[in-house]
């Protein structure tokens, strides 16, 4: 970026219009999933939490905002020739429904060999052809961008892109709305965060709506780039070999527009343990009877925990998805909290 | 009622204006919980099957909408006297919570002692005085009643009083209102039916607003008093010593205005296994990632076992709470389907 060429278009970041219209694209199409707040937990806190049961979206989370904004953007001739991404998990399933909704006759889909076969299915289920790749040894990226240049194919980033942020920003803009109604100005908004694209739409619009609302990034140990790069000023990524349960959550490194809107605006990133967000999926279950995949849950569980004081505050947390299989819900729901 | 003296006014059914009003006194307070679909299920079945998740109600289970309306209803001397109710679950959470909620000195709820240690702890929490009865030697309406005179409390009935009806019924107006946001008009609406308030409030709702909508109950084997009810034309009661996991949705026999609200408008009723609620129950968390108790699922689980045919069609059902404990909801889970 600072090599003299001009930034792309869409590694800018959205206007304030773009999501509001945005917003009315989504309309009647996905699920205004609703704002909870648990008298009990409340008490327990000695404050207000709201929580954003974005499990409840279609295809199980967030990305489908983005992916349907996106996708409707598309030109007609552009949807003739069809889409390409790149996901082992939940942007692969919001590509390949939306792509399937809006009638693109060809979505193709880069996902790791080893992903779980129910994800596989379920994108191939929605129509999308399913090229494996090996983790190890192929670079997905550079897979999708070839895969785009040799098929003639719309490549649709996970979130570096101003179209993909706009869609998941509206999640922020439902947020400002449904607490309104509930009476209700969040002090913070804690959102889990991978490559930043929710999180950086968040930030957008909650700045425009409720510039008092302070925006967290929450990650799992091992995977805690974002808060690393806040603090340092610079996009820093994770050392290899971390693992997690939270897989929905583990970007290599923040991307290059999600930072440059994260950096000035964020009040910092929060990290919480696989345990913690073990616990955090039980107590969703009991306060909120809410399905919580672990990578959703490290937001919820970062207030829970005191990473960001709720006492004598409004707090506000996304849970951002619930692709979570039978067995890891299970072991959730055996933990001791 | 054929006796000579005239109905008393609680047992009448409200006017649709009552439930349009009870719909107002709602908003902000209670939860809009959503209506979702899935389009892999949809595929499956044949048909459009949209599902309301009111699980995510406040307390868990749409009970909170009849006490939210019944008790915002009472006088400002009525509720310095206090209120009482009966119930093992679901209504006995929703009392206690909006008792609290409406600064109501005194919430006295009668609950078996069998009842789960949960729910007693949990009605407590929200400031109600739970006095225990042994269920198999005490009558619990009777024991109601008497506390209500000895302690001049207005007594808050489960489902006979038009009031808790009319507040039951706004769920039938949002599944309409949200139905047509997705372009759907439902050929059909299946309720879990215990007392039958719900069944009745949606059936009154759904007259109005659309009258092709035929209104049918669940219920589980054992408990179909309301299916055996309807087909023969009088109330009649379940057989002694049935046992089933479906808690929620176990009343003795029809109520007296619920079924002269239902005997005229229902298409019927529809039975299901335990087997086909826990199926049921598993089916939800996979295709909704939604949480649901066992006899909130009856109504899901009479679609999807074909006792009501979607295909072609347009099917809404209701999954009325998500009060299950782990346990039980790891039992559905490791439910093969």
Redesign the interface.
Known sequence: MNDGTPTPWHLTPPTFQEIEEAARRIR?VL????L?ES??LN?RLGGRLLVK?E??QRT?SFKARGAWNRLSLLSSEERSHGVVAFSSGNHAQAVA?AG??LGIGTVVIAMPSDAPAAKIE?TR??GAEVVLYDRATEDREALGRRLAAERGLILVPPYDDRRVIAGAATLGLEVTQQAK???AVPDALVVCCAGGGLTAGCALALETLTPTTRVFAAEPEGFDDTARSLAAGMRLGNAPGATSICDAVQAPMPGILTFSINAPRLGGGLVVSDTEALQAM?VA??E????VEPGAAVAFAAALCGRLPVANRIVAVVLTG???D?GM??RA??TIT
């Not at 699920?31 to 609703?34: M, S």
């Open positions: 009647g699920v205004e999933t609703p909870l008298e009990c008490a049961a499990g409840l199980g429904w399937q909704r379920r289920g929605w109604a509930m009476g039980r279950f009991e909120f009877r809410l399905v619930a692709n979570v039978p819900y299970q729901l055996s």
